[in-house]
């Protein structure tokens, strides 16, 4: 058990506790990476809950080296020109680009969108957290943390990314009450498959300085409860830990199995349905060859020579 825990433990007896043989016995390989998604709320540990589930994942990870990481974005970062599902009234775009900062990996929030734990795991002692200005991850362990510091700006999603990473080591995904919706995973899927529109997307952020584009920005992922069709193959266990439902889940196998059917004359498989969602709306405009490329930004700031990923 890490000192944190120990520490944690000592100083409040009655605390309750996740332990590292709760998490083996999901069916979490020792020695691979994980990645975390969580729903402390359903947890049902009240305010025990994020030190105990930080506690176990930091012993995880140091017992056999695996490392873990979390997302840690916080697309607020992003230029307010590019929102679209409602966009901003174009007269109040000044006032709502100035109040937009450069991120911070210290200072800069977790995203509300993505529950308390990844805000409380991001801030504890020995995390690291990635740079990117709007997709970084948070990590914990030697391995974990050089991956999310190699975050590369363009495809943040992509080979080169925390995602990749896991996918190359044959890690996991650790699911605490959540489901598909809020599988980052599948988005590395989306970026690699052969008529991959997020590599047709670029988006404008604020960095130091001034704005900058990145391409290979991910879809919504609303759609991605979709892959409950084809993940069976990729569950490597389920259970409760707390009241929670958990399901750990191989990141190679889950990807390959998204792959298969994103490169088999389905390439919008993971897009909500045509008309329901404005930025899947455009994902399937590309498919369709409507339009060459993805822009989330006001049209006078594209650059004339668009990269492409
Ligand atoms: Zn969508």
């Given at each position: 058990?890490?000192?944190?825990?120990?520490?944690?433990v000592?100083t409040?007896?009655?605390r309750?506790e996740?332990?590292?043989?709760?998490?083996?016995a999901?069916?979490?390989?020792?020695?691979?990476p994980l990645?975390v998604?969580t729903?402390?709320?359903?947890?049902?540990?009240?305010?025990?809950g994020?030190?105990a589930?930080?506690?176990?994942?930091?012993?995880?990870?140091?017992?056999?080296?695996?490392?873990?990481?979390v997302?840690?974005?916080?697309w607020?970062?992003?230029?307010?020109?590019?929102?679209?599902?409602?966009?901003?009234p174009?007269?109040?775009?000044?006032?709502?680009q100035?109040?937009?900062?450069p991120?911070?990996?210290?200072?800069?929030?977790?995203h509300?969108?993505?529950g308390?734990f990844?805000?409380y795991?991001?801030?504890?002692?020995?995390?690291?957290?990635?740079?990117?200005?709007?997709?970084?991850?948070a990590?914990?362990?030697?391995?974990?943390?050089?991956?999310?510091?190699?975050?590369?700006?363009?495809?943040?999603?992509?080979?080169e990314?925390?995602?990749?990473?896991l996918?190359?080591?044959?890690?996991?995904?650790?699911?605490?009450?959540?489901?598909l919706?809020t599988?980052?995973?599948?988005?590395?899927a989306?970026t690699?498959?052969?008529?991959s529109?997020?590599?047709a997307?670029?988006?404008?952020?604020?960095v130091?300085?001034?704005?900058?584009?990145?391409?290979?920005g991910?879809?919504?992922?609303?759609?991605?409860g979709?892959?409950?069709?084809?993940?069976?193959?990729?569950?490597?266990?389920r259970?409760?830990?707390g009241?929670?439902?958990?399901?750990?889940?191989?990141?190679?196998?889950?990807v390959?199995?998204?792959?298969?059917?994103?490169?088999?004359?389905?390439p919008?498989?993971l897009?909500?349905?045509q008309?329901?969602?404005?930025?899947?709306?455009?994902?399937h405009?590309?498919?369709r060859?409507?339009?060459?490329h993805?822009?989330?930004g006001?049209?006078?700031?594209?650059?004339?020579?668009p990269?492409?990923?």
């Amino acid at each position: 058990m890490s000192e944190h825990a120990r520490r944690v433990v000592l100083t409040d007896p009655g605390r309750r506790e996740i332990t590292v043989g709760q998490l083996e016995a999901l069916g979490l390989r020792p020695g691979r990476p994980l990645l975390v998604h969580t729903s402390l709320r359903r947890l049902g540990m009240g305010r025990d809950g994020a030190p105990a589930l930080f506690d176990a994942l930091a012993a995880w990870s140091a017992r056999d080296g695996g490392g873990v990481i979390v997302p840690s974005f916080s697309w607020e970062t992003e230029d307010p020109a590019g929102w679209i599902d409602p966009p901003l009234p174009r007269h109040e775009l000044p006032a709502r680009q100035a109040m937009v900062g450069p991120f911070d990996p210290a200072s800069t929030p977790v995203h509300t969108e993505l529950g308390f734990f990844p805000e409380y795991f991001r801030r504890q002692p020995g995390v690291t957290r990635g740079t990117h200005p709007s997709l970084a991850f948070a990590g914990i362990g030697d391995g974990a943390a050089a991956a999310v510091l190699a975050q590369p700006m363009h495809l943040p999603f992509g080979p080169e990314s925390p995602l990749g990473w896991l996918y190359e080591q044959s890690g996991q995904v650790l699911m605490v009450a959540t489901d598909l919706t809020t599988m980052t995973l599948l988005h590395l899927a989306e970026t690699i498959a052969p008529r991959s529109y997020v590599r047709a997307t670029s988006r404008r952020v604020r960095v130091v300085g001034g704005w900058a584009w990145y391409h290979g920005g991910p879809s919504c992922g609303k759609a991605f409860g979709r892959a409950a069709a084809i993940w069976g193959p990729a569950v490597a266990g389920r259970g409760r830990i707390g009241q929670a439902e958990v399901t750990a889940v191989n990141a190679r196998e889950l990807v390959d199995l998204a792959l298969a059917r994103l490169a088999t004359g389905d390439p919008a498989w993971l897009l909500c349905d045509q008309g329901t969602c404005p930025c899947c709306d455009r994902a399937h405009s590309w498919l369709r060859a409507e339009t060459d490329h993805i822009w989330y930004g006001d049209p006078a700031d594209i650059p004339s020579a668009p990269r492409q990923g």
